[in-house]
């Protein structure tokens, strides 16, 4: 079976980030990679890079846009991020389903290209909540933190553009409910065909003998 695209959006501090962890160590779910994405943005502390990102300059991220190297890319918050293609494929091949962990725009240029992705937006319980946990993160200093605030309500806006809304209210049932989203995309029919053939096949080789019996 090929793997899959999964696109996971929310506004920042949604909460997306602890459960994409709790995916990729998940006993559950297996097969499952994370996409790494450049980006201009400045290094956090405890961030590595080729871990959290690929940290470039913005000369190196557009001659990158130039090289085709990217299967999505935009501005965010002031800072541009990107999906890099080649990593994706070598995922899908290798029957790896694939996390983007993107923003709205990312989405809607994926889904555009690659309807079949699987795509999920992580909605906070409340703005309050929302803005509890971006504050005490304590990641960005106040002007940054002030954006990614005003820009969370255009963002939450966009929800209807996703098949699965997933609200982290409880991180337990959050991370429960992603699992099993990605494990029913997996059941979809036109994902199985390459098995359903093999056991189609084998009744109809089996059906003449089992006839002239
Ligand atoms: P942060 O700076 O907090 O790591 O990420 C800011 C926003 O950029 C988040 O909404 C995140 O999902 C988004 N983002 C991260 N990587 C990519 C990417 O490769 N493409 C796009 N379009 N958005 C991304």
Redesign the pocket.
């Known amino acids: 079976m090929q793997g899959n695209l999964i696109i996971i959006?929310s506004p920042?501090g949604g909460g997306k980030g602890t459960l994409i962890l709790e995916l990729l160590h998940s006993e559950i779910v297996s097969n499952i990679g994370y996409c790494v994405?450049y980006?201009t943005?400045a290094i956090r502390d405890g961030e590595t890079h080729g871990h959290d990102y690929f940290f470039v300059s913005r000369e190196e991220f557009l001659a990158r846009i130039e090289n085709g190297e990217f299967l999505?890319?935009?501005e965010?918050?002031g800072n541009l991020?990107?999906?890099p293609i080649q990593s994706v494929k070598d995922a899908i091949n290798r029957g790896k389903d694939i996390i983007l962990?993107?923003?709205v725009?990312?989405a809607a240029s994926v889904r555009a290209k690659i309807p079949e992705a699987l795509s999920v937006f992580i909605l906070p319980p409340s703005f309050e909540v929302l803005k509890n946990r971006l504050t005490t993160r304590a990641t960005e200093n106040p002007e940054d933190l002030a954006l990614r605030l005003k820009n969370s309500f255009g963002e939450v806006g966009h929800f209807s553009e996703f098949e699965y809304v997933v609200i982290n209210d409880d991180a337990a049932r959050a991370a429960a409910d992603l699992q099993t989203v990605i494990l029913a995309d997996r059941l979809r029919r036109v994902r199985q065909e390459a098995a359903i053939k093999g056991i189609l096949s084998s009744f109809e080789t089996s059906k003449n003998h089992a006839i002239g019996e």
Request: no cysteine; hydrophobic share 15%; charged share 20%.
């Open positions: 959006s920042s994405s980006t943005r999505e890319y935009a965010v918050h991020y990107g999906t962990e993107i923003d725009q990312g």
